[in-house]
């Protein structure tokens, strides 16, 4: 568990799986730039049951506030082709959650996470160009633009052009300073 100021960083648990389907189902706040697929539970299960969403290439973290609330979650995983390093993806799942620092605390805390943890030397981050808020956030926490795949990814009826941002190892604070600095 990564506990920050605001929000706790934790790996899901059992008795979170019916709540965290419900919360990744629920189209009314995917937001423009998150495709429309739906998940199924028997996946969702299999997934949990053969790693508990942990393994050496692939992460997912539940974010909740204090009180245990969940508020969203932060994967890693392989990013495109044989790029170095992991691509980084977070979302808070609910409209009224968002824009109170939540995502930009978590990415904080789970970036330092990962440089701790994995022998790499640079995390990514692809967003929707259009999506600001989601840039605003890699940026806050010393994501720097690479650049930008032109109709890459399909969502909600259209093409989204996607842009890159990384963070190398030595631009991100260690764990140690980030946990000091969150509290």
Known sequence: MLSGKNVILRLIQDDDLPEMLSLMNDLSHRGDYLGAELHHETKIQKVYADAGYWENDFGRMLITDKSGRILGAITFFKGVGDSEGFEIGFQIYKKEDRGKGYATEALKLFSAY??????????????????????????????????????????????????????????????????????
């Not at 633009?145 to 032109?150: K, S």
């Not at 890459?152 to 259209?158: D, E, H, I, L």
């Not at 941002?165 to 980030?178: F, H, I, K, T, W």
């Open 114 to 183: 990962l440089f701790e943890l994995k022998p790499i030397q640079r995390l990514q981050i692809c967003t929707a160009k259009d999506n600001a808020a989601a840039r605003r956030i890699a940026e806050k926490c010393g994501f720097i633009y690479e650049g930008t795949m032109r109709r890459a990814f399909f969502a909600r009826g259209k093409y989204h052009d996607l842009d890159f941002l990384s963070m190398l190892r030595e631009e991100c604070a260690s764990l140690s300073d980030v946990l000091t600095a969150e509290r």
